[in-house]
């Protein structure tokens, strides 16, 4: 069964930086697109990004872009999510998920909290 | 961007009944449309993709219909554990954009 297990999350100041990071086993995490989902507390799920197999391309939502950059290590097995210039809207839980268009497995989340 | 709009945003119902939820594309998606569900403090699960596509391991009471702009989501006869956030999604464009959420809960 595909494991997804997030980690980084934290309290982090306005205006601060943060990286949250998606360790990824039991799959072939090299041969699939994967993506960061977010959601606010007691809100909605919100794409952030995706990311092709070989890191060739990545796509954002274009509110976030300039501030968000996902990046992976296939040798790691592990998924990243960079994060600048926090303010209290990126307040969420942050999924890694497999896919970059259906996402079929989630891992259990980071809770990213700004504030000061 | 493609938006999608879920109805209801809330719904009571019993165990048993029969659930249908409706989600539209603000745009033409062909059928390039995903249902999840999320329970209360847990991550969001697929469910259905391409618009029709039962997820492995998913019961068969949940199907999904509909192309273009008019999906919907039916529970043939709602369990306990079906109590929950239904979200629809696109997949069509970038961005990848979900709607809402229906909120199904007990009568």
């Known amino acids: 069964e595909v494991q997804l297990v997030e980690s980084g999350g934290g309290l982090v100041q306005p205006g601060g930086s943060l990286r949250v990071s998606c360790a990824a086993s039991k799959f072939s995490f090299s041969s699939v697109w994967m993506s960061w989902v977010r959601q606010a507390p007691g809100k909605g799920l919100e794409w952030v990004a995706n990311?092709?197999?070989?890191?060739?391309?990545?796509y954002y939502v274009d509110s976030l872009k300039g501030r968000f950059t996902i990046s992976r290590d296939n040798a790691k097995n592990s998924l990243y999510l960079q994060i600048s210039s926090l303010t209290a809207e990126d307040t969420a839980v942050y999924y890694c998920?497999?896919?970059?268009?259906?996402?079929?497995?989630w891992g259990q989340g980071t809770l990213v909290t700004v504030s000061s | 961007d493609v938006q999608m709009t879920q109805s209801p945003s809330s719904l009571s119902a019993s165990v048993g009944d029969r659930v249908t939820i409706t989600c539209r594309a603000s745009?033409?998606?062909?059928?390039?449309i995903n249902w999840y569900q999320q329970s209360p403090g847990k991550a969001p699960k697929l469910l259905i993709h391409?618009?029709?596509t039962l997820h492995a391991g998913v019961p068969s009471r949940f199907s999904g219909s509909g192309s273009g702009t008019e999906f919907t989501l039916t529970i043939s006869s709602l369990q306990p554990e079906d109590f929950a956030t239904y979200y629809c999604q696109q997949n069509y464009s970038i961005p990848r954009t979900f709607g809402p959420g229906t909120k199904v809960d007990i009568k």
């Open positions: 391409a618009a029709s």
């Open positions: 745009q033409t998606i062909n059928t390039n």
């Open positions: 998920v497999t896919g970059g268009g259906v996402f079929s497995s």
């Open positions: 990311i092709k197999p070989d890191g060739s391309e990545k």
